[in-house]
């Protein structure tokens, strides 16, 4: 999901710069606390190795899904019916299912609506009164092949806010029991759908955004069980994987796109466009698919029919999502692959978004993070990668991205790359989201930042952060904040962009400080390789980045994840030995917060040459100040910590030390 713009600039007001001078004992940090034994308290299991690995018993359930919508334009309800094909791997029999019923947040009674603040949120429906959630008029079991009976069985099923369980006749069978589910569904599409779907008007029609609009499976997991939490907004998606079928039916003017790849293209596009479509596929440059002068031509759309239906498959997804509109101009690239193989980058936009340095390059935008990322850090996998302009600010789906109709320029570029970067974060890498946001937002804006560097030879890049700053204007650091690790619900709302922003800081800092950029990248690429297409939880990112780098970073994650610490590094005397420049200086330095890391110094002698010193973490192992030997033949003009501000330091005037005058 997008970030939001106005982060913590509250608490950057609130802070205040302590003074340059540092006393003796007004320390805070403990650094038996900072490098304490004992980080795993969950021991490994036959399902998740000690060395960061699925285990030699990894198990993961799936669901493959065969779903039926029609989509009615007058009343905006979507009507479908589905059918989940359920496999359970777990070594537990399952006497129920839970599903989620993501909808039921904009029932008027829903607990995520009873948490929107008087000052309003992004999540729920903006104060829309409608009667919003899921309509389920039947759930049955259908017989599997080959059984006497050939009718479908009507379940039990009972609904709690977003969650419904679904009481089976008889136990669903342990390590591959397999049975399939069938859910008639509607529901009235919310406008605003808690800025991850809904619907936009414009000139020429509506555009339909439309996601978590299907009854989807919980995930039963070796961690919890069934992963229960209801969605109040905040706190994102836990999905399984699966194949999907998806066939959507609209009216015939308008074009639908959707998760996955056209099955019918020949039913649903005129020959002109296919004609187009051929040129796309073999193009770098982006080509009209269907151009605004054709928008309310009708010999765009195929005649003679008042209805279409789209059919399209995606596979190994956690989710499907899908958009249409009468409304849409559609433009298209290729998308180049490492392996050689291709895939397509397409966008679809009104005619409002078009121009300006706006939708237009939407396109390009979306072939550049594709295929950076691919080449970076893991292949893409799917047929197409779909940018759509509508009312939601930026939400990701697998090879779907709905982004802000009316962003343009470095904005557009922006939210672009970061809802493609989720392809990596979390439809590849399948983490817990209601849990752990910053395994998805936090690793995504970790990637995006690189991406925007190397795009077009850094048009958007803002040139390296100053961390000083980054770190008060973020407010990385407050009473208030609440460490990295707590799950989005449980974060007031303003504080969810430190799990964007903090986490790609740290992230950046263990590159570049403390790993180095090849034994990360190393590390990183190896946790995304191991985890694609499974459920990794943070104690499996963690052993693995130690397990590949040969590092124990326990300190590190104890104070960026786990607690709201904050990081201080001060010099606090320079004395020559002896009294003497040209017998060399002893330099003593302090940590005044909680966090250890790495500390980097640059001395100017008088005549003007420059040293730089690095000292590893362990000098803080057990030590708060830290006195060393600087050989110099010459007297010091000044002394800086941390000279190329690359950490978040609360307090960089005691990073300094000049000679007295
Ligand atoms: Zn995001």
Known sequence: MKMKKIIMAIFACSFVFESGNTQKNDSTYDYIEAFKTAFYTNPSTDARSASGKPGYRYWQNRADYIIDVELDTLSDIIIGKEIIRYTNNSPDELDFLWLHLDQNLFMEDSRGNAIVPLRGSRNGSKGQKLDGGFKISAVQVVPERGSKNRSLVNVKYEVYDTRMKVVLPKPLKANGGKLSLKIDFSFLSPDYGSDRMGILRTDNGKVYTIAQWYPRMCVYDDLRGWNILPYTGQGEFYLEYGDFNVNITAPADHIVVCSGELLNPLETYTLDQLDRWAQAEASDKTVMIRKAEEINDSSSRPLGREMITWRFRIDNARDVAWASSSAFIVDAARINLPSGKSSTAISAYPIESYGGNAWERSTEYTKFSVEHYSERWFEYPYPTAINVAGNVKGMEYPGVSFCYHGSKGNDLWGVTDHEFGHNWFPMIVGSNERLYGWMDEGFNSFINDIATKE???????????????????????????????????????????????????????????????????????????????????????????????????????????????????????????????????????????????????????????????????????????????????????????????????????????????
Request: neutral net charge.
């Open 455 to 661: 795009f077009n030879s850094g048009e958007y890049y803002p040139g390296k952060p100053n961390q000083h700053r980054r770190a008060m204007m973020y407010g990385f650091y407050s009473d208030k904040v609440e460490p990295t690790i707590t799950a989005p619900d449980n974060l007031i709302e303003d504080n969810m962009g430190l799990q964007y922003r903090k986490t790609a800081m740290f992230l950046w800092l263990l590159r570049n400080n403390v790993l180095g950029a090849k034994r990360f990248d190393d590390a990183f690429k190896e946790y995304i390789h191991r985890w694609a297409y499974k459920h990794p939880a943070p104690d499996d990112f963690f052993r693995t980045m130690e397990d590949v780098s040969g590092e124990d970073l326990s300190w590190f994650w104890r104070g960026w994840i786990f607690n709201n610490w904050s990081l201080d590094q001060a010099i606090t005397s320079v004395q020559y030995v002896l009294g003497d420049p040209g017998k060399g200086a002893y330099i003593t330095v302090k940590n005044m917060r909680e966090i250890p890391m790495p500390l980097n110094l640059e001395i100017t002698t008088l005549s003007g040459k420059k040293i730089r010193k690095r000292l590893p973490v362990e000098i803080w192992k057990n030590n708060v100040d830290w006195k060393f030997l600087v050989e110099t033949s010459e007297a010091f003009e000044k002394v800086i910590v941390d000279p190329d501000f690359e950490y978040p330091d609360v307090n960089p005037r005691n990073n300094y030390w000049y000679k007295s005058e």
